[in-house]
């Protein structure tokens, strides 16, 4: 599998005429290896040359990791804590002798620290952005990363279910999250969670991005709860609005737009539709109920490895939609003051049309109260 990917990766290498691609610790470096380093002091970076085999520079301490577990050959270049990776990136730079070569380099991820490293160990590199690369790479997933994805979303929801029980009136968002996290871990979430839960009661569900506060559940709140799970790498990312006893009208009539605009994007979502469309499908439910000018965010984000990835969602993105395409689908309604809704779905974009990976009920259900 990861022999495959390096292959398409040189494939599109050549297409865009890169020489040399780098990889710093994290998704895309596991992608392509199958072996996982955390982004610390100590920088990783993984050279994938377009001809001849790739080169890692690592600290010795994880050096291990690559005798056991490379899927294919890899040169290695480790350096101590006492010596610094300087020389080892100058020895790399020997072994792949590119002068002047096209870097594509993890423009989002990369810090300043490996930049400054490439540009002194390598002749004149010219260094430019790989995120359309890595895209083209990972936007589809195959059957197997969809499995997983599937996985990580039963974790979400497993765990979503057995915390309902324990939410009640004069909880905290803290606490509500707190019981969520602890669930997520049980139900056998990998322990990096993709991030950590939202939970917006009151008028806080009126940040699309709340932070969770001590604020106490009220009787009449509506309560969005934004949190996810993660397998082998693979990450869900869901949310659920949910009432506490009864609430009023107009925030009932909020969260049926909600609903009707993410079913909506759903039957907008097939192969050869663009992610615009799928946008603009959600929107106009919104629209036309009269909360347009509360809908501030795009439909949906890409979702695989990492809980926000390609393709974007937005309404200017003409990218025509493939199948094994995955994203979320996730319209929103936020009024100052009032509260807010939110119904996150994961999809993949299959043959015909789209598939929910997430399958949790999408009618208001009053919890706690």
């Not at 398409?8 to 994290?26: F, T, Y």
């Not at 610390?40 to 001809?51: K, Q």
């Not at 790399?92 to 002068?99: F, M, T």
Request: proline fraction near 5%; charged fraction near 25%.
């Amino acid at each position: 599998m990861h022999l495959n990917r390096l292959h398409r990766l040189h494939a599109a290498m050549r297409r865009a005429g890169c020489d040399c691609v780098v990889a710093i610790a994290g998704p895309n470096l596991y992608y392509l290896t199958g072996l996982s380093f955390h982004l610390s002091e100590r920088p990783t970076v993984g050279f994938f040359p377009a001809n001849g085999d790739p080169v890692l520079v690592l600290g010795a301490l994880e050096a291990s990791k690559v005798a056991g577990g490379a899927p294919y050959p890899i040169r290695t270049h480790a350096y101590t804590d006492a010596d610094g990776p300087v020389a080892a990136f100058r020895e790399a730079a020997q072994i792949l002798s590119l002068n002047r070569a096209r870097f594509g380099v993890e423009t989002r991820r990369m810090r300043v620290m490996e930049l400054r490293l490439i540009e002194e160990a390598f002749a004149q590199p010219r260094v430019e952005a790989a995120e359309g690369l890595f895209a083209e790479l990972r936007m589809t997933k195959d059957e197997q990363e969809i499995r997983l994805m599937r996985e990580a979303v039963d974790i979400a929801e497993r765990a979503l279910l057995a915390t309902l029980p324990q939410i009640k009136v004069g909880l905290t968002e803290r606490e509500v999250a707190t019981e969520l996290l602890l669930q997520t871990l049980r139900a056998g979430s990998d322990a990096e969670l993709p991030f950590a839960p939202i939970i917006a009661s009151g008028p806080n569900g009126a940040l699309p991005h709340a932070s969770i506060t001590d604020r106490r559940l009220q009787r009449g709140d509506l309560v969005t709860i934004d949190w996810g799970a993660t397998r082998h790498g693979y990450v869900a990312d869901l949310t659920r609005t949910f009432a506490i006893g009864e609430v009023d009208d107009e925030l009932k009539r909020i969260y049926e737009l909600v609903k009707r605009a993410n079913a909506a994007a759903k039957a907008a979502t097939r192969p050869g539709a663009s992610a615009a469309e799928v946008d603009a499908a959600a929107r106009k439910v919104i629209a036309d109920g009269g909360y347009g000018q509360y809908f501030v965010h795009r439909v949906g984000h890409g979702l695989g490895l990492e809980g926000h990835e390609d393709p974007s969602m937005h309404g200017r993105n003409e990218l025509s939609l493939t199948a094994g395409i995955t994203f979320t689908i996730e319209p929103g309604i936020y009024v100052p003051g009032k509260g807010g809704v939110r119904i996150e779905d994961d999809v993949v974009v299959t043959a015909d049309g789209c598939e929910s990976l997430s399958t949790l009920p999408r009618d208001l259900q009053s919890i706690g109260g």
